[in-house]
Structure formats: structure tokens, C-alpha cells
């Protein structure tokens, strides 16, 4: 496999991983309040991550602690906190997942002048191409019957904390591996859940079958599988790039939402998805390079200016 072929296939693994943390939302809060699912989500991550980082040989020094702790707050405490906190008070998982895909006009915004990350017209058309998918795809699911209308900025604040954690992360380079990173920020993660369950008094899970289904799907799922996807093919393809594929996200959360729930797609979902997809095309396609050897345009004026030098 050529490495467009993997990065291609790690990125498409990542949207429908991604997205079924949605789903898993869904799932958990219907057994349980978000913080005691959150909580049990990050200590059982947390204790299989621990010990296979120590076995792979993993180094987890004071100074990578310093690095991905704060990283860890606010790509998955913070982002998730607020995201499925909306979902369980009522807020509809395709209305998070599209203000969760704002993200990538915050994140192109901020990659210029903090990352250097050039963003060309192309990406910014792609962008905004994205955005309108997204909100042709999720415009059905914007309501808010029997929703508190404060519950609507949860996703947003954790929007603008994933976004800030995605450039931090790629500022910070790669001094330590995926393995690394995904193990120090899910720990630390699983610690500041477990305490705000505990201040809560919601740290003792249910005895609903349900909920314990709904925990392993989101760790296997969207954390270990989309959290650990999102840090390598950030790595791999940038901050600008990783972001855009949550554009697609949205359209596929609602496909998981009409296999699991029966949920029917409105009339604007296959428009939409179309939309999206040809906006995250525009962001991720790369320039032909020019055929070596071929003299540019401006090449063949200054040969042409030569020979009239020469011969006037």
C-alpha cells in the first residue's frame, strides 16, 4: 500500500470512527448522566492504554506529561465534556455534530498565523463548500423542543476547545509517538472525569446492561479507534487537513443514526453529503507537480526576452 492509499484509508477509517462517538452519546446518556459514562469510558481506556504503552516500551517522561496534559484537557475533557453534556440534556446528535464541524474554519483561521500552515483559495472555497454540506445534511435537526437554549453553547464551547487543541497539538510537534500521546491524555482525561463524577456523586455506574454496552462502544470505537486516528493522521497530513474531514462526519453520523435508531435522512441529506465530500476534495486534493523538465511560464518569457536581446 503506497502511502496515499494508507493515508486515504486511515482517513476515511477516521470519519465513520469519529462519528460513532456520536452514536455512543446516545447510547450512554439514555442509561446514564454524561459524567458517570465519561468517567467509566476513561478509566477503562486508561487501564488498557497504561499498561500496553509500558509493554510497547513506551516513555512516559515528566516532560511528555507536561505537553499532552494539557492537550488532553482540551481535545477530549473539554470537547467531550461539553458535546455529550448537550446530548444528554436533549440537544439532537446531528445538531452537535454539525457545530462540532465549525471546527475546521477555527482551526484554517488559526493555522496561518500560529502553525505557518499555508491555507490557498482552493482550501477556503473546499471549507466553506463543507460547511454548507453539513448544514444541508443536519438542517432538519435544528430544533429545540423541550431543549434549554444554553444547552446549544455546550457543543460550541467544546468546538473552540477541540479546535485550540488541535493546532496546540500540532505546534507541540512529535516528540512523542501516537501511543504516547493517546495514553498520557486519556489518563489524565480519566482523572478529571472521575473527579467531577465523584464531586457530582454520580461516579457509581448503573446496573443497566445497556450502559456497560454503551461504555465499551465508545472506548473501543471513538476512543481508542477515532482519538487515536485523529493524532496520526494529524501528524501525517495537518492540522487544516485532519479538520476538514469532520466535515463528513455529520452526513455519516446520520447513517449510523438510520441503522441503529431507523432514523430516515431528510430530502437534503444526499445533496448535502455530495456538498461535503466535494468541499473536504477541494481541501485535501494536492497540486499536480509540474512535470520536471517543463519550463514554467515565466521561464519561457525570459528565454524569449534573451533571444531578442540578442538578435534585436
Not at 455546550?154 to 510537534?173: D, H, I, S
Amino acid at each position: 500500500m503506497t502511502r496515499t492509499q494508507s493515508d486515504a484509508a486511515a482517513s476515511a477509517a477516521l470519519v465513520v470512527l469519529w462519528s460513532a462517538g456520536f452514536i455512543g452519546a446516545v447510547l450512554g446518556t439514555r442509561a446514564a448522566p454524561a459524567d458517570t459514562l465519561l468517567a467509566w469510558r476513561f478509566v477503562i481506556a486508561a487501564a488498557i492504554l497504561v499498561p500496553v504503552a509500558a509493554a510497547r516500551g513506551a516513555r512516559l517522561r515528566l516532560s511528555s506529561l507536561r505537553r499532552q496534559a494539557p492537550l488532553g484537557l482540551l481535545s477530549q475533557f473539554a470537547y467531550l465534556g461539553c458535546t455529550v453534556t448537550a446530548v444528554g440534556l436533549g440537544v439532537p446528535a446531528g445538531t452537535t455534530a454539525l457545530i462540532a464541524a465549525l471546527q475546521p474554519l477555527v482551526v484554517a483561521g488559526l493555522a496561518g498565523p500560529v502553525l505557518g500552515e499555508h491555507v490557498t483559495g482552493r482550501q477556503r472555497v473546499g471549507l466553506l463548500a463543507g460547511l454548507g454540506g453539513v448544514a444541508l445534511v443536519v438542517g432538519g435537526d435544528l430544533h429545540s423542543d423541550g431543549v434549554a437554549w444554553w444547552a446549544f453553547l455546550l457543543p460550541v464551547a467544546g468546538m473552540f476547545a477541540m479546535a485550540a487543541g488541535t493546532v496546540l497539538t500540532r505546534r507541540a510537534g512529535t516528540h512523542e509517538t501516537p501511543l504516547e500521546s493517546l495514553t498520557i491524555q486519556t489518563a489524565t482525561t480519566a482523572v478529571l472525569f472521575t473527579l467531577v463524577a465523584l464531586v457530582d456523586g454520580r461516579l457509581a455506574p448503573p446496573a443497566d446492561p445497556m450502559f456497560w454496552g454503551a461504555v465499551a462502544w465508545v472506548v473501543v470505537l471513538p476512543t481508542f479507534g477515532g482519538f487515536g486516528l485523529y493524532l496520526y493522521v494529524l501528524r501525517r497530513q495537518g492540522a487544516t487537513r485532519v479538520s476538514s474531514l469532520l466535515y463528513l462526519t455529520p452526513p455519516t453520523t446520520m447513517i449510523w443514526a438510520y441503522l441503529m435508531f431507523g432514523q430516515i435522512p431528510g430530502l437534503l441529506a444526499v445533496p448535502g453529503i455530495a456538498l461535503a465530500a466535494a468541499g473536504v476534495w477541494l481541501v485535501l486534493r494536492t497540486p499536480r507537480a509540474r512535470t520536471v523538465g517543463a519550463p514554467s511560464h515565466d521561464g519561457r518569457r525570459e528565454r524569449a526576452r534573451r533571444l531578442l536581446a540578442r538578435h534585436p
